[in-house]
């Protein structure tokens, strides 16, 4: 048996993200912070009372999975902007392949922290699990000024990044 549910998280760092997209008119307001949270729990047992501790098990893991997400914020969001960093230098290498009247648009001047936030949006977090063990992922989807098809995305588990690149590594 498998389980979905979307929720909305709201969290404090990310707010007055995308300021930069906003004003340019590459989405329509900046953040206050808020993810849509979508949860993925696959292969909870069905039903009947012996499979009952394993379905309860699976959602606590995901409730405290939340909540560390919440507790540990800040950190998380200086990791998740480490990934960007990257991310957003790899496209400066390849800023030959933008429309030339478009490059200032899609890859502006990033002098501080600040500046890289505000060229990313937050859309999802994606909780998933693929087995009774419980939350084996989180992953962060943004849109953001570099890759406005793909977007940007980081998969982590607890502190560390497993993967970060496009949007899609999240799903």
């Known amino acids: 048996m498998d389980y979905s549910s979307t929720t909305e998280l709201r969290l404090d760092v990310w707010n007055d993200s995308g300021t930069f997209l906003a004003d340019n008119d590459l989405t329509d307001r900046p953040s206050d912070g808020t993810f849509e949270v979508n949860v993925n729990l696959v292969n909870i047992p069905g039903g009947g009372s012996s499979n009952d501790h394993a379905r309860i098990r699976q959602l606590e893991d995901f409730s405290n999975t939340i909540q560390f997400v919440v507790d540990n914020q800040r950190q998380l969001y200086e990791t998740i902007l480490d990934c960007a960093q990257r991310e957003y230098d790899k496209a400066l290498v390849d800023k030959d392949a933008y429309d030339p009247e478009m490059v200032d648009l899609y890859l502006p001047p990033v002098n501080s922290r ?18 009774e063990e419980g939350v084996k992922y989180v992953a962060y989807e943004f849109d953001c000024s570099w890759d406005d098809e793909h977007g940007f995305g980081v998969r982590m588990n607890g502190f560390e ?11």
């Not at 937050?122 to 699990?129: A, F, K, M, R």
């Open 114 to 131: 600040d500046d890289l936030k505000a060229l990313l949006l937050p859309l999802n977090i994606h909780v998933g699990c693929t087995d």
């Open 161 to 171: 990044v497993e993967e970060s690149g496009h949007a899609s590594v999240g799903f």
